[in-house]
């Protein structure tokens, strides 16, 4: 199979480098993988030749294990929700706070395992807590419940690395339970990455390592990376889902809108790397809401200023988020700027026609069409002949002619 071949199946871009062994299944699998969990930003010839046949078995593996520990390094993979890299402490605290803000919780406390024991390292508050959960419960218990307190078990795999303590005197809504289970999910199989990537690290160091502990590792550090990127999607999802229940959505209104944005997608022709990270913002697009009062989006009255800059202000926190959740980096500019109008109008930028990302303008049309067609707390939903009817009036002021043509297309 040549290489336009191989484009054609899918085959990784590692896969149809013309530097890779073709005779090892194993270095082929290896190939097939790193292909398939990396950007394709990251994929080079000159990384492939670093990997080359030319290399003895034992450098080769030690190559690809340096740029897998590169790439899967705290600095890239410990960042998620609204924190940066830096002292475990600080790390930990801002998610707990995160969780705090963004389930309308009393408190929150990350716990790890260290030396056998149950630690805390992040926290939102200075509150003490009452526990008495022990690694055992860890191990076979998927949610914890003393009322008023909550614990959720960061896992890789079956193993505990630790949990999430949350105390509330209410009991947690299905989206958010999920929502919180999710990034207990996320953090564990981190955390395991980040102590493989240690232990890796000291194996390529050390002289005396053989080829047989080095494929060890890379199979150990390989699958939990294919662990990570799909709890990642799960995130994604338990994190759309808890944005509708703010925003008190009777339906999926983000995954509606990312299912509508594909679908535009496909009639338009767009490639499928692009209509991935256009359905990944349909999905966030109204991430910042998850950070605000549900009692704001209940009320059928007037809004205090206050409540009203709140809402203003909700993409520019949704941003921050996404900024900091280093796999959905790319999504940003697509959520940005998805309120610019096709004549200027709008923001944050007032960006006009074409200078509007593509992808913004598919989602602020699907997202309209979604939210007009959908049941509201203060008003029922409109039938889709008079939502079409509606949006159709407002091209060339609002909305991107070929987008609309297109959904026209779709929902006909």
């Known amino acids: 199979m040549d290489k336009e071949e191989k484009k054609q199946v899918g085959v990784s871009l590692f896969g149809q480098s013309e530097f890779l062994v073709g005779d090892d299944p194993l270095e082929e699998m290896f190939a097939l993988n790193l292909g398939d969990f990396i950007s394709e930003t990251l994929i080079s010839e000159d990384l492939a030749k670093k990997i080359s046949v030319k290399a003895n078995k034992k450098e080769r593996l030690q190559n690809q294990l340096k740029e897998l520990t590169d790439i899967y390094s705290s600095k890239n993979t ?37 030396d056998d024991k149950i630690v805390p390292v992040g926290l939102s508050s200075d509150s003490e807590s009452w526990n008495d959960i022990t ?7 998927e949610v914890i419940e003393k009322d008023p307190y909550t614990y959720i078990p960061m ?23 999920e929502l919180v289970m999710n990034i207990a999910n996320l953090l564990g199989t981190t955390i395991t990455l980040q102590n493989e990537v240690e ?10 390592t053989s080829e047989v502990e080095l494929k060890q590792a890379r199979a150990e550090l390989t699958a939990l990376i294919g662990d990570l990127c799909d709890y990642q999607q799960n995130f994604v999802e338990a994190l759309a889902n808890a944005v509708d229940r703010k925003g008190q959505y009777t339906v999926s ?9 594909r679908s535009i997608c496909k009639q338009l022709g767009l490639n499928e790397k692009t209509t991935d990270l256009i359905y990944y913002a349909g999905l966030l697009q109204n ?10 989006f209940a009320t059928n009255g007037k809004l205090s200023p206050e409540e009203l800059q709140k809402i203003k202000n909700h993409t520019n926190v949704g941003v921050n988020l996404l900024m900091n959740i280093n796999f959905l980096s790319e999504v940003v500019p697509y959520i940005t700027y998805q309120t610019e109008r096709v004549d200027g109008s709008g923001g944050p930028e ?28 203060y008003r029922k939903a409109m039938e ?29």
Not at 79 to 88: D, I
Request: charge should be negative; hydrophobic fraction near 40%; glycine fraction near 4%.
């Open 384 to 412: 889709n002949a008079k939502a079409l009817e509606i949006i159709s009036s407002e091209i060339d002021t609002k909305w991107d002619k070929d987008v609309v043509n297109a959904l026209h297309q779709v929902i006909k």
């Open 253 to 261: 209104h983000s995954r509606n809108t990312a299912k509508l944005a």
């Open 155 to 177: 896992r890789s795999s079956t193993m505990p690395v630790g949990m999430i303590e949350i105390k509330s005197e209410e009991k947690l809504e299905e989206d958010f339970s």
């Open 135 to 141: 690694i055992n419960d860890l191990l076979y218990q």
């Open 287 to 296: 991430i910042g809401k998850i950070t605000l009062p549900e009692k704001i």
């Open 78 to 114: 410990l960042c998620v929700l609204n924190f940066t890299s830096g002292e475990e402490q600080a790390i930990y605290t801002s998610i707990a706070k995160s969780i705090v803000q963004m389930l309308e919780v009393e408190d929150c406390k990350i716990h790890l395992i260290k």
């Open 350 to 377: 007032g960006l006009k026609g074409q200078s509007i990302p593509f992808g913004s303008r598919i989602i602020a049309v699907a997202d309209a069409f979604c939210a007009m067609t959908s049941d509201r707390p």
């Open 199 to 208: 232990n890796t690290n000291k194996l390529i160091e050390t002289p005396e």
